[in-house]
């Protein structure tokens, strides 16, 4: 486990202030504020924290409302909106300097059998084949050495998730692309066998690579200079039992943007195939003018 993946484990262990009510600091992504999954994450872990016996979540559905401060805590407030014998539902308020930045709905379920259909894992080059993200980094930064400094601090920074994107771009050369691409991720180390966390990982590491999809058909990226990209909402779906320490193929499309907003897709699968999750995300992707 890398230092970072440890920070990220230490952030989601939630300072406990009294009942339904926790406290969780942030780090510094490179962006202008709180990292969207790091909050999703943390608010999910603030959820589990209310819920007993073995259930577990299979969906949860958040919007973000404010962007984040790096450098203050943030408070989550849980609602304890509804405990049923198979389904248990939570509200969740992310609140900083008094005001929520994130609300969000999740439900956890008790273990139980059904009915079972899936789509196909699509055939994609497996990553044991496949450059890691920080080597791509590298390689990209020397062919555009002009680049901002902002971006240098982007793509050097360390993560707590691996990434080895199936096709990979230069994404400082903007290219016009098709609006799907597909990426497998792991955490970056062995993670306790806690379901929960695993579920928490995961969830935090949704938030990454998602919008750039909508993105791709129009030339332009995060690091595009007259873009003003941020995540509008995001939900998940669990399916199926979780490792977030082992290789998953995050497969991702863009079937819409429109009116300054676009709409991606993601599904999760294991490396038996077995579709995981389901994730989408509306982003705002408004055209500003440069700035200097």
């Known amino acids: ?11 989601l262990n939630l300072e406990t202030i009294e009942d339904n009510l926790f406290r969780g600091e942030s780090r510094d992504l490179g962006g202008k504020s709180v990292f969207g999954g790091q909050v999703i994450g943390q608010a999910l872990v603030a ?12 969906s949860l559905h958040a919007y973000f409302l404010r962007p984040g401060d ?27 300097s008094g005001q929520p930045i994130l ?4 439900s956890f379920q008790r273990p139980e059998t059904g009915l079972e259909h899936q789509s196909p894992m699509p055939a994609v080059t497996a990553p044991e084949q496949l450059k890691p993200l ?11 050495p002009d680049a901002p400094e902002r971006v240098h601090i982007a793509l050097t920074r360390e993560v707590a998730i691996e990434f080895k994107p199936v096709t ?17 991720f792991r955490a970056a180390g062995k993670l306790p066998d806690d379901p929960l966390l695993h579920h928490c990982v995961l969830a935090y590491a949704t938030d990454f690579h998602l919008l750039s999809t909508a993105v791709r058909p129009h030339g332009k990226t995060w690091y595009s200079g007259d873009m003003a990209i941020a995540s509008i909402d995001h939900a998940i779906w669990f399916h199926r039992p979780i490792r ?8 991702m499309d863009s079937p819409t ?14 490396r038996n195939g077995l579709l995981v999750a389901s994730v989408i995300q509306e982003n705002l992707m408004r055209e500003v003018p440069p700035q200097d």
């Open 244 to 251: 977030a320490d082992e290789w998953l193929l995050y497969c």
């Open 134 to 144: 920080t080597a791509l980094h590298s390689q990209w930064l020397d062919e555009v």
């Open 1 to 11: 486990m890398n230092r970072i993946l440890k920070d990220l484990v230490k952030l």
């Open 103 to 106: 609300s969000m709905m999740t």
């Open 47 to 58: 959820a589990t924290r209310t819920v007993g016996g073995e259930a577990l979540p299979h």
């Open 70 to 96: 790096m450098n203050k805590p943030i408070v989550y407030e849980v609602d304890r909106v509804r405990d049923g014998r198979s389904f248990t539902t939570r509200r969740v308020q992310a609140i900083q």
């Open 168 to 184: 990979p771009y230069n994404p400082l050369k903007p290219q016009n692309l098709p609006p799907t691409q597909a990426i497998w």
């Open 257 to 270: 943007a429109q009116s300054a907003r676009g709409l991606s897709r993601g599904l999760i699968y294991d």
